[in-house]
């Protein structure tokens, strides 16, 4: 999201963060159900969001190893880790302990809070960072493998390697659940795509516009149809191509959802590549999508205090505009507050350093 892996955040992908915005900005709108909306129609165009992180996840953990192992730097993968992980977990950390005590729970919880991430529901995703952060460098010394030693037929090897690690993710399924289930896949594929030229810079071809009309028809089709079955009460969906899942539902996310979101993922890859005439709302969703991982966070708790106020008007859309704005323009502007300062604060021990010597 919008913390950056060691060396990747020298070298944004501007197009990641388009969609990074994308799939926040859904987030928000599915978690304000029955509060700022009660369209299910709404829930279904959010299905995309977590999905969509997780993957982007994955291509950027892929192109931040690539990177670090290119670099001049030693490799040293524990204090790489621990570098990637320090900003997520941080933040993570100081929101639960905010979180608690504006709610009044004792010390004793807070800490039970932390290690469930459940001080809002929303914390669940903490635990897929952490997990495919420890497992990122091993994954991607598999497929490194995988990419020099079976060249002649590497799509097959890398296709083979994804249904392992979807298959690994299934069968964990109520007994490792920590591995993230259809998540693990999700990650993997977008790391394979990090090895690729072609993820990096956005390009248009006619398969591809070809194949993103094709996920975008059936992904829809198989998601509307997964999405308001379950909808109707059917919490065990299996007809389609979710007849190879059945264990899968929603979040992790079952074939229907994913191959929605990849119609999405693919769909602001294509429109990326006109990012030079795109209009400043483009651009604004990137920088929405930069810090996407502080909206992910905050947004859940600043709706809650903002509630107290907002209730008291009576026009719903003056309260949407109201709310969305706290939601997701108020972490913005937060982060990158932080962020100005502590730059300053670095330039003014350098130059105290300077000056010494």
């Not at 529901?121 to 635990?127: G, N, R």
């Not at 996310?253 to 999405?264: D, G, R, T, Y």
Request: charge should be positive; charged fraction near 15%.
């Amino acid at each position: 999201m919008d913390y950056m892996d060691p060396v990747e955040s020298k070298t944004r992908i501007i197009w990641l963060d388009y969609m990074r915005g994308f799939a926040i900005i859904a987030v928000v709108v599915c978690h304000q159900q029955y509060i700022l909306h009660s369209s299910e129609y709404v829930q279904f165009a959010t299905l995309y969001s977590v999905t969509s992180l997780i993957f982007l996840m994955g291509v950027t953990k892929g192109i931040s190893i690539d990177n670090y192992l290119h670099s001049k730097a030693p490799v040293d993968w524990a204090r790489y880790t621990i570098k990637s992980l320090s900003s997520p977990v941080l933040s993570y950390v100081f929101a639960t302990y905010i979180i608690c005590k504006y709610s009044h729970v004792s010390n004793d919880q807070i800490l039970q809070h932390l290690i469930s991430f459940d001080a809002v529901p929303p914390f669940y995703y903490i635990k897929y960072i952490i997990l495919f952060s420890l497992l990122g460098p091993i994954l991607y010394y598999f497929l490194m493998l995988i990419k020099e030693r079976c060249r002649p037929f590497i799509i097959i090897a890398f296709c083979l390697f994804l249904i392992l690690t979807w298959a690994v993710g299934y069968l964990s399924i109520d007994y490792l659940d920590v591995l993230g289930q259809s998540y693990l896949a999700v990650y993997v594929f977008g790391m394979i795509l990090s090895l690729g030229n072609g993820i990096k810079k956005p390009h248009i071809s006619s398969k591809l516009i070809v194949l993103d009309f094709f996920l975008l028809g059936f992904g829809i089709y198989a998601a509307n149809r997964f999405y308001f079955s379950r909808v109707a009460g059917n919490y065990s969906y299996s007809e389609l191509i979710d007849v190879l899942d059945p264990k899968l539902q929603l979040n992790p996310p079952n074939l229907s959802v994913i191959l929605f979101s990849a119609s999405i993922i693919l769909a602001v890859y294509l429109l990326s590549s006109f990012d030079n005439i795109l209009s400043a709302g483009w651009k604004l969703l990137g920088v929405i999508g930069k810090y996407s991982m502080n909206i992910f966070i905050w947004h859940i708790s600043i709706r809650n205090v903002c509630l107290s106020v907002v209730d008291r008007i009576d026009n719903i859309w003056i309260k949407r505009v109201f709310l969305y704005f706290f939601m997701i323009g108020t972490p913005v502007i937060g982060r990158y507050m932080y962020n100005k300062i502590r730059k300053g604060l670095y330039g003014i021990r350098e130059l105290g350093t300077l000056s010494k010597q």
